[in-house]
C-alpha cells in the first residue's frame, strides 16, 4: 500500500495574529472584572446568608432572671404599711398624689391605692388593677377594687432580683415595639435618623457630609451612619472606626432593609443599642436602661425620660447622667429640641420637659443584685439541674422564696447589732463579721441570706462558706440522743470536773463557762444553762456514734470527725448547714431540704421544673417534742432569757445560744412558729471576741424577731407524751399545788415513780390560772 505524502502547507495559509498589548490588557482587566464580580456576589450571598440566619435565628443570649417571692395581699394579711412602702419601692412603684397610672401608689394613714402593673405567672396572668388596702395598725382589713367590688387575693408583681449573665456580660430585657412609648420611637428617629421610613438603609446625604468632615480632620471621625447601619454595626459587625468596615456595613444595611420591616429593625435596634455600663456588665436595649437609670418599666417613662435615653446613643460614657449630669442635661434637651423643631411636641411640653430635672435614680441597686448572698444561693441550686450556658443564654425565669421585706429586717438588724457592739468594745472588733439566715420552719423556704456585714457585697458569702466551730449549737443534738437512749428530763447528769485522756498522751478537761463544777444537775437545766461539763459526761457515756448519727439525721451531710470535742461543738459548720440542723428540730423532727427556688420556665413562661415541699421523718415526733420544750426553756430561765426583755412572753421562741473554744464565735439559733434564724458573728483572722452567743448573735436575732409579726410555738402534744408534775429539786413526782412543782414532758412510762412530800401552796385562781398558763407556754 502506498505511503501518503505529507500536504504541504500553502503559502497562502494565514498565521494566528499575537495579541496586542491593549488586548492583553483588556482580558487581563475583564478576568480581574469578573472574578471581583463573583467574589463579590459570593460576598454578597455570604453576608445575605449570614444577615437572615442570626436575624431571623436567636438573635441574643439573654440571661435567667431571678424574680423574689411575690407579694400576696388578702383581708387579714399581717402587713405595716412601711413594710407596704419597702415592696413597692423595690418594684419601683412611685409615690403620687394620685394613682392611677400602672406603677403608682398613694398612701393615707389608714389606705393605700396601688395601681399595679399585672404579671404573667406560670400559673396565670394577673391583670393590671386599680386596688384600695384598708389597713388598720398591722393588718390588711379589706381589698376592693376601684369600683368598689371585693377582692379576696391580689398578687403583686416579683421583684426582681438579679440575673445570671452571659460571658460578655451583656444584658438586656427585650421589649416589643408596640411596648415602647411613642415618645421614645420619635425622639430616637428624630436625633439619630429622622430620614428612617425614607431611605432603604443608607443616607447618601449622611455618607457625603461624614466624608467632607473626615477629609478636613485628615482621619476617619464620623460615619454617617442611619439607625439600620447601627444596628448592623452593633449586631453583626465590631464598633472599631475604619473605613473597611464602613464599606461592609453598607451592603449589610441595603439587605436588612430588602429582607425585613421598618418596624422589625427599630425594634431589633431598641433591644440592641448599648446605652451604658454597670462594672462590666453592659447594659443593653431601651428597656434594661429604663431599669437601670429610673427603676421603671420602660412604658411608664414621661416624656423628658425617654429624651434622656435617646440622647444616650451618642455616647452613653460621654452623656452619663450619673457622673455627667451638665452634658446629659444638655444633649437631653437637644432631642426635646428636634422633637419640637420636627411637630412633634408643642412648645408647652418641650418648655416643661426641658426645665425638669433628670429624675435617675442614684444607684441601679436593683439591677446590681441586691441580694448577693441569696442569689449565690440561687445559682448554686440551679446548677445541680441546669448547664451554666443554658443559665445565662436562654432567658430562664427563676422564682424564689426570697422575702424582701424579712431580708431588709435582717439586715438592718445584723448591720445595727455589729455597729452597737463596735461601738461598746472598741477598736478590738473594728473588722467584726456577721451572717444570717432565715427559713420558714414549716416549709424549708429560705426567705433571707445575709453574706457580711457589707451586705451588698458579691465576695465571700460567709452565710454559705464559711465553716465555724459551732460551740453549744451541738448541745441539741447530743441531748436528743441522750433522749433516744432512754433519758428524761429529770435524768441527774455528773457536772464534776472532768478528763479524758486522748490518744498521744493529751488530756481533754473541758470546763463550764463559769469555771464552776455544779455536782448533780437534772438533764432539762443542764441544756438550759449550757453546762460543758454534764454534756461531755453524757455524751462520752451514749458515745460518739450516736451523736454523729442524730446530726446527720438532723441533716448535717459533711464528714463529722468522731472526737470527744465534738461534743461541745468542735466541728465547723456553715449557718445554712446550723439553719437545716435547726430545721428538722422547728419541724418536729422532719427532715426537709433548705430550698431557695420555686419554679424555673422558660424565656415563654412554659413551666421547666418546680421544686415542691420534700419532708423525710428522720426524728420520732416524741423525742423532738422533749427537746423543743428544753430549747424553750433555754429561752425562759436559761442561756437566752434575755430574749424576753424586748419579745412578749405570749410568744413561745426556741433557741440555743453556742460560743466556741476561746470565745472566737458568737452564735445563735433559734425559732418561733413561722421564722427560723441563725446568726454568726466573728472575725475573720479567727481572734477571740469580747462577748459569747448572748452577749452578741443573740442581740442580733433578737432585734430581727422583733421587727416581725411572730407566731408562737404550738406544738401538739403527740400521743406518746403524757405532762407530769416534777418537784424541780429531787425530780420526784408531784403536784400541782406543791411548791417548786414544775410540769414537764416524758415520754409515756418513763416518768419519776417516786413522789416527794410537799407544802401546799394556797393560791386564788388567776394566780392558778397564770402558773399553768407560764407551764403550757413551755409546751
Not at 412572753?649 to 441563725?678: C, H, P, Y
Amino acid at each position: 500500500m502506498a505511503k501518503r505524502r505529507p500536504q504541504r502547507r500553502s503559502r497562502h495559509t494565514k498565521r494566528k495574529a499575537k495579541p496586542t498589548f491593549k488586548q492583553k490588557l483588556l482580558g487581563g482587566f475583564l478576568k480581574l472584572f469578573f472574578a471581583v464580580l463573583i467574589l463579590m456576589g459570593l460576598g454578597l450571598l455570604y453576608m445575605d446568608t449570614h444577615i437572615r440566619s442570626q436575624f431571623e435565628g436567636k438573635r441574643w443570649a439573654l440571661p435567667a432572671k431571678v424574680y423574689a417571692r411575690p407579694l400576696e395581699l388578702y383581708a387579714g394579711l399581717q402587713i405595716t404599711l412601711d413594710e407596704l412602702k419597702i415592696e413597692l419601692r423595690g418594684l419601683g412603684y412611685q409615690f403620687v398624689k394620685k394613682a392611677t397610672l400602672p406603677g403608682q401608689a398613694e398612701f393615707s394613714s389608714t389606705k393605700a391605692i396601688i395601681a399595679t402593673r399585672g404579671f404573667q405567672f406560670p400559673d396565670g396572668a394577673e391583670q393590671a388593677q386599680q386596688l384600695i388596702l384598708e389597713i388598720s395598725g398591722s393588718q390588711i382589713t379589706g381589698i376592693s377594687n376601684y369600683q368598689g367590688e371585693p377582692v379576696a387575693l391580689v398578687r403583686l408583681e416579683p421583684i426582681l432580683i438579679g440575673g445570671i449573665y452571659p460571658l460578655n456580660n451583656e444584658d438586656r430585657d427585650l421589649i416589643r415595639l408596640q411596648d415602647a412609648p411613642q415618645g421614645l420611637t420619635d425622639a430616637l428617629i428624630a436625633i439619630e435618623d429622622h430620614n428612617f421610613y425614607q431611605h432603604s438603609g443608607i443616607s447618601l446625604k449622611g455618607i457625603s457630609r461624614a466624608m467632607l468632615v473626615n477629609i478636613k480632620a485628615g482621619r476617619f471621625v464620623q460615619g454617617g451612619s442611619t439607625l439600620t447601619q447601627q444596628l448592623i454595626k452593633n449586631f453583626y459587625l465590631t464598633s472599631d472606626r475604619s473605613l473597611t468596615r464602613k464599606l461592609i456595613e453598607i451592603p449589610m444595611a441595603m439587605l436588612l432593609e430588602w429582607h425585613y420591616s421598618k418596624d422589625e429593625i427599630l425594634e431589633a435596634y431598641l433591644n440592641e443599642v448599648y446605652l451604658g455600663q454597670e462594672g462590666a456588665r453592659a447594659i443593653h436595649g431601651f428597656g434594661l436602661a429604663s431599669q437601670y437609670y429610673f427603676a421603671q418599666p420602660i412604658q411608664e417613662l414621661k416624656l423628658n425620660q425617654v429624651a434622656l435615653l435617646a440622647g444616650l446613643v451618642k455616647g452613653p460614657s460621654y452623656y452619663d447622667p450619673r457622673r455627667h449630669p451638665q452634658r446629659a442635661k444638655a444633649r437631653r434637651n437637644l432631642v426635646l429640641k428636634a422633637l419640637y423643631n420636627q411637630g412633634t411636641i408643642t412648645q408647652k411640653q418641650y418648655q416643661k420637659a426641658s426645665t425638669s430635672g433628670l429624675g435617675i435614680i442614684k444607684q441601679a441597686s436593683l439591677l446590681k443584685g441586691a441580694y448577693p448572698a441569696y442569689l449565690d444561693l440561687v445559682k448554686r441550686q440551679l446548677r445541680q439541674n441546669y448547664r451554666d450556658e443554658d443559665l445565662n443564654s436562654e432567658g430562664l425565669r427563676v422564682f424564689t422564696s426570697l422575702n424582701p421585706i424579712a431580708q431588709n429586717k435582717a439586715e438592718t438588724a445584723l448591720v445595727s447589732t455589729i455597729k452597737n457592739l463596735k461601738k461598746w468594745h472598741g477598736e478590738e472588733i473594728t473588722e467584726l463579721q456577721g451572717s444570717m439566715v432565715v427559713t420558714e420552719p414549716q416549709t424549708g423556704e429560705v426567705i433571707a441570706i445575709i453574706g457580711g456585714r457589707e451586705t451588698r457585697y458579691q465576695g465571700f458569702n460567709r452565710a454559705l462558706d464559711s465553716l465555724r466551730p459551732i460551740g453549744s449549737l451541738v448541745k441539741p443534738a447530743v441531748y436528743l440522743a441522750a433522749i433516744e437512749h432512754g433519758y428524761t428530763l429529770v435524768s441527774e447528769l455528773d457536772d464534776s470536773p472532768y478528763s479524758l485522756e486522748m490518744d498521744g498522751g493529751q488530756v481533754w478537761e473541758p470546763e463550764n463557762f463559769d469555771h464552776q463544777s455544779h455536782e448533780n444537775v437534772q438533764l432539762h437545766n443542764s441544756l438550759a444553762y449550757s453546762y460543758n461539763i454534764a454534756t461531755a459526761r453524757l455524751g462520752m457515756t451514749i458515745g460518739l456514734d450516736p451523736v454523729i448519727n442524730t446530726m446527720q439525721r438532723l441533716g448535717i451531710t459533711r464528714p463529722i470527725d468522731a472526737y470527744p470535742s465534738l461534743l461541745l461543738g468542735a466541728q465547723g459548720l456553715s449557718p445554712l448547714e446550723v439553719a437545716t440542723m435547726y430545721q428538722t428540730m422547728a419541724s418536729n423532727g422532719f427532715q426537709m431540704p433548705l430550698r431557695s427556688i420555686r419554679m424555673v420556665t422558660d424565656s415563654m413562661g412554659q413551666e421547666l421544673s418546680r421544686y415542691p415541699f420534700q419532708l423525710k421523718q428522720t426524728v420520732s415526733p416524741n423525742s423532738v417534742h422533749l427537746l423543743q420544750y428544753m430549747l424553750q426553756e433555754t429561752t425562759r430561765v436559761g442561756t437566752a432569757k434575755s430574749i424576753y426583755r424586748r419579745l412578749p412572753e405570749t410568744i413561745n421562741v426556741a433557741g440555743k445560744t453556742g460560743t466556741s473554744d476561746d470565745q472566737r464565735d458568737s452564735w445563735f439559733a433559734g425559732f418561733s412558729g413561722n421564722r427560723l434564724a441563725v446568726v454568726w458573728l466573728g472575725l475573720d483572722n479567727n481572734s477571740p471576741l469580747p462577748f459569747t452567743g448572748s452577749g452578741g448573735a443573740l442581740q442580733a436575732w433578737t432585734s430581727y424577731m422583733t421587727t416581725e409579726t411572730l407566731e408562737p410555738i404550738i406544738a401538739p402534744i403527740p400521743e406518746g407524751i403524757e405532762y407530769l408534775w416534777i418537784d424541780q429539786q429531787s425530780g420526784d413526782l408531784s403536784d400541782a399545788m406543791c411548791e417548786g412543782a414544775q410540769q414537764l414532758p416524758f415520754l409515756l412510762g418513763t416518768g419519776p415513780t417516786l413522789a416527794v412530800d410537799c407544802i401546799s401552796i394556797n393560791k386564788n385562781p388567776v394566780s392558778q390560772a397564770l402558773d399553768w398558763a407560764k407551764q403550757r407556754w413551755l409546751q
